[in-house]
T-cell receptor, first 109, second 113 residues
Framework: SQQGEEDPQALSIQEGENATMNCSYK?????LQWYRQNSGRGLVHLIL?????REKHSGRLRVTLDTSKKSSSLLITASRAADTASYFC?????????FGTGTSLTVIP | NAGVTQTPKFQVLKTGQSMTLQCAQD?????MSWYRQDPGMGLRLIHY???????DQGEVPNGYNVSRSTTEDFPLRLLSAAPSQTSVYFC????????????FGPGTRLLVL
């Protein structure tokens, strides 16, 4: 069964606005990662947050992790048209690795 | 560095045929994985390897075989293709642990008729 669920499934914003997407998962994890996938391409690793961390930043990305609620959020600030892609959370549960269903982000120029 | 490469890019098979999807990486990564991506379901782990000669099953291993004779190569074999195996297949590699900071190949789109 799928470990992660993301919402919203799709998000459309204007360039310059912030985009927030959420991920919920089911079991204990070692870390949670976010990946980006441009249409028809392979995935690109964005950021990793470990289970003992609550917040992490990388450039315009901010990730939070709440292990008590088994949830994470990805914030992209000052979005650009080039950020248009699908975003997936992924959980490392030690002996298995699960991707969420993804959020499709469209940034309108 | 070419990173992670996959061949072929696209393949059409008939039910019952067998084939091998190739994956190679030139980053000397210890860990490699195979995923399939179906619409609305995200990626699901098929098999993974923690080093040459060592493989293990993921979430959806049935119908697929793998082997890892070298660090660089991790082929995925479909023994008898079924329409349910129509999907996009991605290979990935990583250096620090099986699934931390994975580098993905461009994918193989497989259609089974």
């Amino acid at each position: 069964s799928q470990q992660g669920e993301e919402d919203p499934q799709a998000l459309s914003i204007q360039e310059g606005e912030n985009a927030t997407m959420n991920c919920s998962y089911k079991t204990s994890i070692n870390n949670l990662q976010w990946y980006r996938q441009n249409s028809g391409r392979g995935l690109v690793h964005l950021i990793l947050i470990r289970s003992n961390e609550r917040e992490k930043h990388s450039g315009r990305l901010r990730v939070t992790l709440d292990t008590s609620k088994k949830s994470s959020s990805l914030l992209i600030t000052a979005s650009r048209a080039a950020d248009t892609a699908s975003y997936f959370c992924a959980t490392d549960a030690g002996n298995q690795f699960y991707f969420g269903t993804g959020t499709s982000l469209t940034v309108i120029p | 560095n070419a990173g992670v490469t996959q061949t072929p890019k696209f393949q059409v098979l008939k039910t019952g045929q067998s084939m091998t999807l190739q994956c190679a990486q030139d980053m000397n990564h210890e860990y490699m994985s195979w995923y399939r991506q179906d619409p609305g379901m995200g990626l699901r782990l098929i098999h993974y390897s923690v080093g040459a000669g060592i493989t293990d099953q993921g979430e959806v291993p049935n119908g697929y075989n793998v082997s890892r004779s070298t660090t660089e190569d991790f082929p995925l074999r479909l023994l008898s293709a079924a329409p349910s195996q129509t999907s996009v297949y991605f290979c990935a590699s990583s250096s620090d642990s099986p699934w931390e900071t994975q580098y993905f190949g461009p994918g193989t789109r497989l259609l089974v008729l």
